[in-house]
């Protein structure tokens, strides 16, 4: 199956930076989506943002213009750069894949998230 490993959490105060990574593994023939989700603790997990292979995005309005995505193909690799961060924006971020194993369907896979805390 497919394997997702999320890192690069941690605390950051107010209006630093953070770069999550999700590095993906497994037999896999494709990856047609790859993205960022997050969950406060009470909270229902929401979209951040999502990177198709043809490399359009959709980003959430409440992280536009501070966080960016991209991707390294050869390491099956997607990042987030988060700058500006708020208090708010703390939760578990989760990366997800849209993916098709060898000899398989597309399938959603799930990471098991990495902490980001944003507090003074």
């Known amino acids: 199956q497919v394997q997702l490993v999320e890192s690069g959490g941690g605390l950051v105060q107010p209006g630093g930076s953070l770069r999550l990574s999700c590095a993906a593994s497994g037999s896999i023939f494709s990856i047609y989506v790859m993205g960022w989700y997050r969950q406060a603790p009470g909270k229902q997990r929401e979209l951040v943002v999502v990177?198709?292979?043809?490399?359009?995005?959709n980003y959430a309005d409440s992280v536009k213009g501070r966080f960016t995505i991209s991707r390294d193909n050869a390491k099956n690799t997607v990042y987030l750069q988060m700058n500006s961060l708020k208090p708010e924006d703390s939760a578990v971020y989760y990366c997800?894949?849209?993916?098709?194993?060898?000899?398989?369907?597309?399938?959603?896979?799930w990471g098991q998230g990495t902490q980001v805390i944003v507090s003074s």
């Open positions: 997800k894949a849209n993916a098709r194993l060898v000899g398989d369907m597309p399938r959603d896979y």
């Open positions: 990177i198709s292979s043809g490399g359009s995005t």
